[in-house]
Antibody, heavy 120, light 107 residues
Framework: EVQLVESGGGLIQPGGSLRLSCAAS????????MNWVRQAPGKGLEWVSY????????YYADSVKGRFTISRDNAKNSLYLQMNSLRAEDTAVYYC?????????????WGQGTLVTVSS | DIQMTQSPSTLSASVGDRVTITCRAS??????LAWYQQKPGKAPNLLIY???NLESGVPSRFSGSGSGAEFTLTISSLQPDDFATYYC?????????FGQGTKVEIK
């Protein structure tokens, strides 16, 4: 069974940094591209970042480019999101999501999410 | 970036009703469109991909259609478990973008 478990969320002051983790199990992690998707309280879904299966290619939403860095450790079956220079508008539940092999860009598997609150 | 616009934003319906949600893209995305269902406090659940392919395990009362820039999600006979928020998502090009959501409420 595919499992994705996020951790690392919490309350952080504006301008601060936070590192989210996503522990994956139930599949061959180094075979699949991974993503982060976020959802502000009471709002819709926003794609944040993508990383290829090998970790050599990554993409970011304009809203986080230059502040967030996605990475992965295939030996540890883990995905990460380093978030710097955090702003109030980054407050959201952050989900890690796994893609399909054959169809890039859709998310059949999601974690339960971790809440990041940026506030003084 | 490709903008995705859903209508309506809220839909009130009764059990057994046929429900249709529309999603329009700001440019052609071929058939690279997915639909998700989300319930409060839960992660989204993939329903349909490639505009009309039903995800494994999803009830057959859900169907999708369309191509290019206009798409629909249809629930043929609304069930109590279907009251939720539905999102479309394009994956034709990065950044992947979602519609603003359609909340299906009990009438």
């Amino acid at each position: 069974e595919v499992q994705l478990v996020e951790s690392g969320g919490g309350l952080i002051q504006p301008g601060g940094s936070l590192r989210l983790s996503c522990a994956a199990s139930g599949f061959i992690f180094n075979t699949y591209a991974m993503n982060w998707v976020r959802q502000a309280p009471g709002k819709g879904l926003e794609w944040v970042s993508y990383i290829s299966s090998s970790g050599t290619t990554s993409y970011y939403a304009d809203s986080v480019k230059g502040r967030f860095t996605i990475s992965r450790d295939n030996a540890k079956n883990s995905l990460y999101l380093q978030m710097n220079s955090l702003r109030a508008e980054d407050t959201a539940v952050y989900y890690c999501a796994r893609e399909y092999l054959a169809v890039v860009g859709i998310f059949p598997y999601w974690g339960q999410g971790t809440l990041v609150t940026v506030s003084s | 970036d490709i903008q995705m616009t859903q209508s309506p934003s809220t839909l009130s319906a009764s059990v057994g009703d046929r429900v249709t949600i529309t999603c329009r893209a700001s440019q052609s995305i071929s058939s690279r469109l997915a639909w998700y269902q989300q319930k409060p406090g839960k992660a989204p659940n993939l329903l349909i991909y490639e505009a009309s392919n039903l995800e494994s395990g999803v009830p057959s009362r859900f169907s999708g259609s369309g191509s290019g820039a206009e798409f629909t999600l249809t629930i043929s006979s609304l069930q109590p478990d279907d009251f939720a928020t539905y999102y479309c998502q394009q994956y034709n090009s990065s950044p992947y973008t979602f519609g603003q959501g359609t909340k299906v409420e009990i009438k």
